[in-house]
């Protein structure tokens, strides 16, 4: 069996345990296909290409497949290692069913893009001085380098640009929840992306907390 799957991030809720209100983020996990198996004779390592979703007719291309994956071609496409001693076959399906209540997951996912930002917005950067005369300081970077030495600004100083869309992975999320007849997925807290983005789930390296 891999050790994560695909899925969908819906949205953010509560729930309620123990008197508590908890917020969780409810995922549509899976089902996925398994399009490619690959060994550690043939490829060097074990793994298996999941496939999740469906590609509209408009954006299906012929050829270019490998000829053990299934005729269906999902619209997402991404890899996740085997287990030990666990094996998998083309056009098995996984599930939700991968993950049971308490489990850690890491989620990994593309982080909201928020455009051009300043050094205050982008690295919580506190800005000049508030008074004794200035008047245009309030939210820049003041000095990124010195004149003599180095004589130039250092490469990946922290300064203002693109801020978002990027890879982020919160690990050791607790898992409330795991429906395979919805393939639903709860998890405790927070996780990286939009509203119906991409995630990856997969059982947590560190372990549980």
Known sequence: MTDGIIGK??????IYETGKVIAVTAIEAGP?????VKTVEKDGYSAAKLGFGEKGKARTKKGGKAKDQPKAAPRYMREF???AGKKVEVGQKIDVSLFKAGDAV???GIS????FAGGVKRYHFHGGPKTHGQSDRWRAPGSVGSNTTPGRTWKGLRMA????SDRVTISNLKV?????????????G????MTNGLVLIRKSIKGTK
């Open 161 to 164: 640009g693109h801020m978002g």
């Open 32 to 36: 996925c296909t398994v399009m490619q």
């Open 81 to 83: 290692p085997l287990e």
């Open 176 to 188: 409330m929840q795991a429906d395979p007849a919805r393939n639903l997925l709860l998890v405790k």
């Open 9 to 14: 991030k819906l949205g953010m809720t509560q």
């Open 190 to 193: 927070a996780v990286p992306g």
């Open 106 to 108: 890491d989620i990994i």
């Open 112 to 115: 909201r893009g928020k455009g």
